[in-house]
Protein backbone atom coordinates (compact mmCIF):
# COMPACT_ATOMS: atom_id res chain seq x y z
CA UNK A 1 0.00 0.00 0.00
CA UNK A 2 1.33 3.75 -1.11
CA UNK A 3 0.35 6.11 1.56
CA UNK A 4 -0.87 9.88 -0.25
CA UNK A 5 -1.50 12.46 1.70
CA UNK A 6 -3.58 15.24 0.97
CA UNK A 7 -4.89 18.49 2.73
CA UNK A 8 -8.86 18.56 2.88
CA UNK A 9 -9.53 21.43 2.64
CA UNK A 10 -6.96 21.99 -0.61
CA UNK A 11 -7.95 22.27 -4.20
CA UNK A 12 -6.05 19.42 -4.65
CA UNK A 13 -8.55 17.34 -2.68
CA UNK A 14 -11.21 16.89 -4.86
CA UNK A 15 -8.89 16.09 -8.37
CA UNK A 16 -6.97 13.25 -6.34
CA UNK A 17 -10.11 11.64 -4.79
CA UNK A 18 -11.96 11.89 -8.57
CA UNK A 19 -9.09 10.37 -10.00
CA UNK A 20 -8.22 7.56 -8.07
CA UNK A 21 -11.93 7.01 -7.92
CA UNK A 22 -12.34 6.88 -12.10
CA UNK A 23 -9.21 5.06 -12.46
CA UNK A 24 -10.50 2.51 -10.21
CA UNK A 25 -8.06 2.42 -7.61
CA UNK A 26 -7.92 0.62 -4.62
CA UNK A 27 -6.97 1.53 -0.99
CA UNK A 28 -5.10 -1.01 -1.00
CA UNK A 29 -2.49 -0.10 -3.63
CA UNK A 30 -2.63 3.64 -2.86
CA UNK A 31 -4.15 5.00 0.23
CA UNK A 32 -5.08 8.40 0.60
CA UNK A 33 -5.82 10.10 3.39
CA UNK A 34 -7.40 13.49 3.59
CA UNK A 35 -5.28 15.49 6.81
CA UNK A 36 -4.75 18.74 8.06
CA UNK A 37 -1.02 18.91 6.74
CA UNK A 38 -0.74 21.72 4.09
CA UNK A 39 2.11 19.13 2.49
CA UNK A 40 0.93 16.82 -0.46
CA UNK A 41 2.92 13.94 -0.41
CA UNK A 42 2.82 10.58 -2.10
CA UNK A 43 5.52 7.90 -0.27
CA UNK A 44 6.62 5.36 -2.31
CA UNK A 45 7.74 1.67 -0.87
CA UNK A 46 11.78 2.58 -1.08
CA UNK A 47 10.93 6.16 0.84
CA UNK A 48 11.10 8.35 -2.33
CA UNK A 49 8.91 11.00 -1.73
CA UNK A 50 6.69 12.82 -4.60
CA UNK A 51 5.49 16.22 -3.16
CA UNK A 52 4.23 17.77 -6.63
CA UNK A 53 0.56 17.33 -7.82
CA UNK A 54 1.73 16.88 -11.62
CA UNK A 55 3.94 13.91 -10.88
CA UNK A 56 1.70 12.44 -8.27
CA UNK A 57 -1.18 12.21 -11.00
CA UNK A 58 1.51 11.11 -14.13
CA UNK A 59 2.71 8.53 -11.18
CA UNK A 60 -1.40 7.25 -10.28
CA UNK A 61 -2.09 7.18 -14.35
CA UNK A 62 0.61 4.48 -14.94
CA UNK A 63 -1.43 1.82 -12.02
CA UNK A 64 -3.64 0.29 -14.82
CA UNK A 65 -5.32 0.27 -17.96
CA UNK A 66 -7.69 3.45 -17.25
CA UNK A 67 -4.62 5.46 -16.60
CA UNK A 68 -2.87 4.65 -19.80
CA UNK A 69 -6.10 5.76 -21.15
CA UNK A 70 -6.41 9.13 -19.27
CA UNK A 71 -2.59 9.52 -20.21
CA UNK A 72 -1.61 8.16 -23.30
CA UNK A 73 1.94 6.85 -24.52
CA UNK A 74 1.41 9.05 -27.07
CA UNK A 75 3.92 12.39 -27.22
CA UNK A 76 2.17 14.37 -28.89
CA UNK A 77 -1.07 13.96 -26.87
CA UNK A 78 0.98 13.64 -23.30
CA UNK A 79 2.03 17.23 -24.45
CA UNK A 80 -1.32 18.34 -25.08
CA UNK A 81 -2.44 17.24 -21.91
CA UNK A 82 1.11 18.55 -19.75
CA UNK A 83 -0.29 22.24 -21.08
CA UNK A 84 -3.92 21.99 -19.93
CA UNK A 85 -1.86 20.61 -16.58
CA UNK A 86 0.35 23.77 -16.76
CA UNK A 87 -2.27 25.83 -17.16
CA UNK A 88 -4.33 24.58 -13.89
CA UNK A 89 -1.32 24.56 -11.86
CA UNK A 90 -0.39 28.26 -12.28
CA UNK A 91 -4.27 28.73 -11.24
CA UNK A 92 -3.28 26.50 -8.34
CA UNK A 93 -5.56 24.50 -9.61
CA UNK A 94 -9.14 26.93 -9.14
CA UNK A 95 -8.99 28.72 -12.40
CA UNK A 96 -11.56 31.86 -12.41
CA UNK A 97 -10.00 34.54 -14.42
CA UNK A 98 -11.68 35.67 -17.66
CA UNK A 99 -8.91 34.97 -19.97
CA UNK A 100 -8.06 30.91 -19.19
CA UNK A 101 -12.08 31.17 -19.16
CA UNK A 102 -11.68 32.10 -22.48
CA UNK A 103 -9.26 30.13 -23.61
CA UNK A 104 -11.04 26.87 -22.48
CA UNK A 105 -14.41 27.81 -24.38
CA UNK A 106 -12.92 28.85 -27.13
CA UNK A 107 -10.55 25.27 -27.36
CA UNK A 108 -13.79 23.58 -27.35
CA UNK A 109 -15.89 24.77 -30.33
CA UNK A 110 -15.31 21.83 -32.21
CA UNK A 111 -14.53 19.20 -29.97
CA UNK A 112 -16.04 16.59 -27.14
CA UNK A 113 -13.02 16.79 -25.75
CA UNK A 114 -10.06 18.93 -24.31
CA UNK A 115 -7.38 16.82 -25.81
CA UNK A 116 -8.94 13.65 -28.49
CA UNK A 117 -11.53 11.56 -28.58
CA UNK A 118 -11.66 10.65 -25.39
CA UNK A 119 -11.28 11.81 -21.53
CA UNK A 120 -8.16 12.11 -21.01
CA UNK A 121 -6.24 13.50 -17.59
CA UNK A 122 -6.95 17.30 -19.02
CA UNK A 123 -9.94 16.81 -18.54
CA UNK A 124 -10.52 15.42 -15.27
CA UNK A 125 -7.48 18.33 -14.17
CA UNK A 126 -9.73 21.15 -15.71
CA UNK A 127 -13.12 20.15 -15.05
CA UNK A 128 -12.04 20.08 -11.12
CA UNK A 129 -10.27 22.66 -11.18
CA UNK A 130 -13.71 25.44 -12.62
CA UNK A 131 -15.69 23.49 -9.63
CA UNK A 132 -15.35 27.37 -8.34
CA UNK A 133 -16.26 29.25 -11.70
CA UNK A 134 -19.22 26.41 -12.06
CA UNK A 135 -20.47 27.24 -8.44
CA UNK A 136 -20.05 31.11 -8.22
CA UNK A 137 -20.43 32.43 -12.23
CA UNK A 138 -24.23 33.39 -12.78
CA UNK A 139 -26.36 32.14 -15.34
CA UNK A 140 -25.54 34.75 -18.16
CA UNK A 141 -21.79 33.42 -17.51
CA UNK A 142 -22.09 30.32 -18.08
CA UNK A 143 -24.32 31.06 -21.12
CA UNK A 144 -21.60 33.19 -22.23
CA UNK A 145 -18.99 30.78 -22.05
CA UNK A 146 -21.36 28.09 -24.26
CA UNK A 147 -18.67 25.21 -24.78
CA UNK A 148 -16.70 25.26 -21.89
CA UNK A 149 -20.62 24.71 -20.11
CA UNK A 150 -21.29 22.25 -22.73
CA UNK A 151 -18.28 20.47 -21.95
CA UNK A 152 -19.00 20.75 -18.32
CA UNK A 153 -22.18 19.59 -18.61
CA UNK A 154 -20.93 16.51 -20.61
CA UNK A 155 -17.96 15.56 -18.44
CA UNK A 156 -20.51 15.87 -14.93
CA UNK A 157 -22.50 13.35 -16.13
CA UNK A 158 -20.29 10.62 -17.43
CA UNK A 159 -20.42 7.50 -15.34
CA UNK A 160 -18.05 7.50 -12.81
CA UNK A 161 -17.08 11.50 -12.53
CA UNK A 162 -18.38 12.98 -9.41
CA UNK A 163 -17.10 15.80 -7.06
CA UNK A 164 -20.17 16.18 -5.63
CA UNK A 165 -23.84 16.90 -6.61
CA UNK A 166 -24.66 18.15 -9.89
CA UNK A 167 -24.16 21.72 -10.68
CA UNK A 168 -27.04 23.12 -12.99
CA UNK A 169 -25.28 23.94 -16.37
CA UNK A 170 -27.15 25.76 -19.15
CA UNK A 171 -26.13 24.48 -22.56
CA UNK A 172 -26.91 25.03 -26.04
CA UNK A 173 -27.92 28.94 -25.29
CA UNK A 174 -26.75 31.46 -28.58
CA UNK A 175 -25.78 34.60 -27.02
CA UNK A 176 -24.86 37.88 -29.18
CA UNK A 177 -21.81 39.65 -28.53
CA UNK A 178 -19.77 37.98 -26.07
CA UNK A 179 -16.66 39.98 -25.45
CA UNK A 180 -18.17 42.69 -24.71
CA UNK A 181 -20.46 41.21 -21.87
CA UNK A 182 -17.62 38.99 -20.36
CA UNK A 183 -15.19 42.16 -20.31
CA UNK A 184 -15.99 43.68 -17.02
CA UNK A 185 -17.37 40.37 -15.27
CA UNK A 186 -15.82 38.90 -12.42
CA UNK A 187 -16.81 35.15 -12.73
CA UNK A 188 -16.18 34.46 -9.37
CA UNK A 189 -17.52 37.26 -7.63
CA UNK A 190 -19.49 37.08 -4.29
CA UNK A 191 -20.98 40.20 -4.52
CA UNK A 192 -24.85 39.71 -2.93
CA UNK A 193 -26.48 41.76 -5.36
CA UNK A 194 -24.69 39.71 -8.62
CA UNK A 195 -25.56 36.48 -6.72
CA UNK A 196 -29.61 37.74 -6.46
CA UNK A 197 -29.82 38.68 -9.64
CA UNK A 198 -27.84 35.46 -10.45
CA UNK A 199 -30.91 33.82 -8.65
CA UNK A 200 -33.81 35.48 -10.57
CA UNK A 201 -31.72 35.28 -14.02
CA UNK A 202 -31.51 31.29 -12.88
CA UNK A 203 -35.41 30.92 -12.20
CA UNK A 204 -36.38 32.35 -15.79
CA UNK A 205 -33.99 29.77 -17.45
CA UNK A 206 -35.13 26.64 -15.37
CA UNK A 207 -38.74 27.94 -16.68
CA UNK A 208 -37.65 28.41 -19.99
CA UNK A 209 -35.71 25.51 -20.25
CA UNK A 210 -38.77 23.35 -19.08
CA UNK A 211 -40.82 24.75 -21.88
CA UNK A 212 -38.31 23.69 -24.72
CA UNK A 213 -35.56 20.66 -25.50
CA UNK A 214 -32.69 22.93 -25.99
CA UNK A 215 -29.57 21.83 -27.57
CA UNK A 216 -30.59 18.32 -28.56
CA UNK A 217 -33.90 19.08 -30.42
CA UNK A 218 -31.60 22.30 -32.17
CA UNK A 219 -29.38 19.84 -34.03
CA UNK A 220 -30.60 17.20 -36.53
CA UNK A 221 -32.10 14.10 -35.31
CA UNK A 222 -30.03 12.29 -38.06
CA UNK A 223 -26.92 13.95 -36.62
CA UNK A 224 -24.68 10.68 -36.62
CA UNK A 225 -22.21 12.72 -33.84
CA UNK A 226 -24.90 12.71 -31.69
CA UNK A 227 -24.14 8.94 -31.07
CA UNK A 228 -21.64 8.27 -27.92
CA UNK A 229 -19.70 5.20 -30.01
CA UNK A 230 -16.68 4.04 -27.92
CA UNK A 231 -13.82 1.38 -27.83
CA UNK A 232 -15.07 -1.15 -25.90
CA UNK A 233 -13.40 -4.25 -24.71
CA UNK A 234 -15.68 -7.57 -23.30
CA UNK A 235 -14.29 -9.08 -19.89
CA UNK A 236 -17.02 -11.50 -19.09
CA UNK A 237 -19.93 -13.36 -21.21
CA UNK A 238 -22.76 -15.77 -19.66
CA UNK A 239 -26.10 -16.41 -20.83
CA UNK A 240 -29.16 -14.37 -19.88
CA UNK A 241 -30.79 -16.52 -17.23
CA UNK A 242 -34.19 -16.25 -18.91
CA UNK A 243 -33.71 -16.02 -22.67
CA UNK A 244 -32.06 -18.85 -24.58
CA UNK A 245 -30.87 -16.38 -27.47
CA UNK A 246 -29.00 -13.41 -25.38
CA UNK A 247 -26.02 -13.26 -23.72
CA UNK A 248 -24.86 -10.70 -20.92
CA UNK A 249 -21.90 -9.21 -21.71
CA UNK A 250 -19.91 -7.11 -19.07
CA UNK A 251 -17.90 -4.14 -21.13
CA UNK A 252 -14.58 -2.27 -19.86
CA UNK A 253 -15.22 1.32 -21.77
CA UNK A 254 -12.71 2.98 -19.86
CA UNK A 255 -15.52 3.78 -16.65
CA UNK A 256 -15.16 3.53 -13.05
CA UNK A 257 -17.33 0.25 -13.94
CA UNK A 258 -17.71 -2.57 -16.53
CA UNK A 259 -20.96 -1.87 -18.62
CA UNK A 260 -23.32 -4.52 -18.33
CA UNK A 261 -25.29 -5.30 -21.74
CA UNK A 262 -27.23 -7.51 -23.31
CA UNK A 263 -27.13 -8.87 -26.81
CA UNK A 264 -28.75 -11.39 -28.91
CA UNK A 265 -25.43 -12.80 -30.41
CA UNK A 266 -26.57 -16.36 -28.55
CA UNK A 267 -27.46 -18.07 -32.24
CA UNK A 268 -24.73 -16.29 -34.28
CA UNK A 269 -21.31 -16.28 -32.35
CA UNK A 270 -19.42 -18.18 -29.83
CA UNK A 271 -18.37 -17.25 -26.19
CA UNK A 272 -14.77 -17.61 -27.75
CA UNK A 273 -15.54 -15.75 -30.63
CA UNK A 274 -16.86 -12.31 -28.25
CA UNK A 275 -14.60 -12.63 -25.23
CA UNK A 276 -11.33 -10.50 -25.00
CA UNK A 277 -12.62 -8.70 -28.16
CA UNK A 278 -12.75 -5.30 -28.75
CA UNK A 279 -16.24 -4.02 -29.86
CA UNK A 280 -17.94 -1.01 -31.16
CA UNK A 281 -20.28 0.20 -28.10
CA UNK A 282 -23.30 2.71 -28.94
CA UNK A 283 -23.11 3.85 -25.04
CA UNK A 284 -25.49 6.58 -24.92
CA UNK A 285 -29.15 4.73 -25.21
CA UNK A 286 -30.86 5.05 -22.42
CA UNK A 287 -30.73 2.27 -19.47
CA UNK A 288 -33.51 -0.93 -19.33
CA UNK A 289 -34.42 -3.96 -18.81
CA UNK A 290 -34.28 -7.10 -21.32
CA UNK A 291 -36.06 -9.66 -19.41
CA UNK A 292 -35.47 -8.70 -15.75
CA UNK A 293 -31.40 -8.07 -16.55
CA UNK A 294 -30.15 -4.76 -16.79
CA UNK A 295 -28.53 -3.26 -20.19
CA UNK A 296 -26.90 -0.34 -20.93
CA UNK A 297 -25.53 0.36 -24.27
CA UNK A 298 -25.73 -2.16 -27.64
CA UNK A 299 -23.04 -3.79 -29.11
CA UNK A 300 -22.40 -3.26 -32.98
CA UNK A 301 -23.17 -5.89 -35.43
CA UNK A 302 -22.73 -6.09 -38.82
CA UNK A 303 -25.16 -8.45 -40.95
CA UNK A 304 -25.87 -9.94 -44.19
CA UNK A 305 -28.85 -12.38 -44.73
CA UNK A 306 -28.37 -15.10 -41.67
CA UNK A 307 -24.57 -14.24 -40.92
CA UNK A 308 -23.77 -11.90 -38.26
CA UNK A 309 -20.09 -10.47 -37.16
CA UNK A 310 -18.45 -8.18 -34.66
CA UNK A 311 -18.08 -4.56 -35.73
CA UNK A 312 -14.23 -4.62 -34.16
CA UNK A 313 -12.15 -1.64 -34.26
CA UNK A 314 -8.21 -1.97 -34.11
CA UNK A 315 -6.61 -4.04 -31.83
CA UNK A 316 -4.76 -1.22 -30.56
CA UNK A 317 -7.31 1.25 -30.09
CA UNK A 318 -8.12 2.81 -27.10
CA UNK A 319 -10.48 1.32 -24.31
CA UNK A 320 -13.30 4.03 -24.12
CA UNK A 321 -12.13 6.42 -27.49
CA UNK A 322 -14.82 8.32 -29.28
CA UNK A 323 -15.19 6.57 -32.43
CA UNK A 324 -15.70 9.51 -35.26
CA UNK A 325 -16.65 9.68 -39.17
CA UNK A 326 -14.44 11.88 -41.15
CA UNK A 327 -14.39 15.10 -40.20
CA UNK A 328 -17.75 15.33 -38.76
CA UNK A 329 -17.80 17.31 -35.56
CA UNK A 330 -20.44 17.49 -32.38
CA UNK A 331 -21.24 16.31 -28.59
CA UNK A 332 -22.73 13.41 -28.51
CA UNK A 333 -26.30 13.45 -26.65
CA UNK A 334 -25.88 12.87 -23.32
CA UNK A 335 -28.97 9.74 -23.73
CA UNK A 336 -30.51 9.06 -26.84
CA UNK A 337 -34.13 9.86 -26.99
CA UNK A 338 -36.21 6.69 -27.86
CA UNK A 339 -39.40 8.62 -28.96
CA UNK A 340 -40.14 7.96 -32.67
CA UNK A 341 -39.25 10.49 -35.09
CA UNK A 342 -36.57 11.79 -32.20
CA UNK A 343 -34.27 9.18 -31.93
CA UNK A 344 -31.06 9.20 -33.82
CA UNK A 345 -29.87 5.99 -33.75
CA UNK A 346 -32.86 5.53 -35.39
CA UNK A 347 -32.60 7.96 -37.85
CA UNK A 348 -29.00 7.04 -39.64
CA UNK A 349 -29.39 3.42 -39.30
CA UNK A 350 -30.52 3.02 -43.09
CA UNK A 351 -26.76 4.78 -43.50
CA UNK A 352 -24.65 2.48 -41.67
CA UNK A 353 -23.84 -0.48 -43.65
CA UNK A 354 -20.56 -2.89 -44.06
CA UNK A 355 -18.24 -2.39 -47.30
CA UNK A 356 -15.52 -4.61 -48.31
CA UNK A 357 -15.35 -5.33 -44.64
CA UNK A 358 -15.44 -1.93 -43.07
CA UNK A 359 -18.06 -0.40 -41.00
CA UNK A 360 -19.22 3.29 -42.74
CA UNK A 361 -21.69 6.14 -42.19
CA UNK A 362 -22.50 6.97 -45.87
CA UNK A 363 -18.99 7.13 -47.25
CA UNK A 364 -17.44 7.44 -43.95
CA UNK A 365 -15.40 5.14 -42.12
CA UNK A 366 -15.70 4.25 -38.67
CA UNK A 367 -12.39 5.79 -37.82
CA UNK A 368 -10.48 5.80 -34.39
CA UNK A 369 -6.74 7.07 -33.77
CA UNK A 370 -5.23 3.45 -34.52
CA UNK A 371 -7.61 3.22 -37.91
CA UNK A 372 -10.79 1.65 -38.71
CA UNK A 373 -13.96 -0.59 -37.31
CA UNK A 374 -14.35 -3.66 -39.62
CA UNK A 375 -15.94 -6.94 -39.09
CA UNK A 376 -13.86 -10.34 -40.18
CA UNK A 377 -15.36 -11.77 -43.48
CA UNK A 378 -18.33 -9.75 -44.57
CA UNK A 379 -18.14 -7.77 -47.81
CA UNK A 380 -21.33 -6.03 -47.38
CA UNK A 381 -24.00 -5.96 -44.88
CA UNK A 382 -26.09 -3.76 -42.44
CA UNK A 383 -24.66 -2.20 -39.14
CA UNK A 384 -26.90 -2.54 -35.88
Not at 5 to 11: I, L, P, R, T
Not at 273 to 300: A, H, Q, T, Y
Not at 354 to 367: A, R, T
Request: charged content about 25%; aromatic content about 6%; proline content about 4%.
Amino acid sequence: MIPLEVHKASNYANIVKLLLSYSNIKDDLIKLTLSDNPQLTLTLPNGTQYTELPTIMIYIMGQNDTGKILYPDDNLLKAKIDQWISLANKKDYSICDSESIREIDSSLVHTTFLVCNNITLADIVIYSSLLHWAKKSTTKEKELMCNLSRWYNHIQHLPGISIGNYIDIPTGTTVSSLSSMLNNVNVCGDNKKSNKSAQKAEGKYNKKIQNSNFSNDARPVDDITRLAVRVGLVKEISKHPDADKIYCLKIDIAESKLRDICSGLVEHLKPEEIINKKVCVLSNLKPRKIRGVDSNGMVLCVSYNDKVELLEPPSDSMVGELITWGDLKGEPDVVLSGKSGKNPFEAVQKDLVCKNKIGYYKDLPFSTLSGVCSCNTLIKGTIS
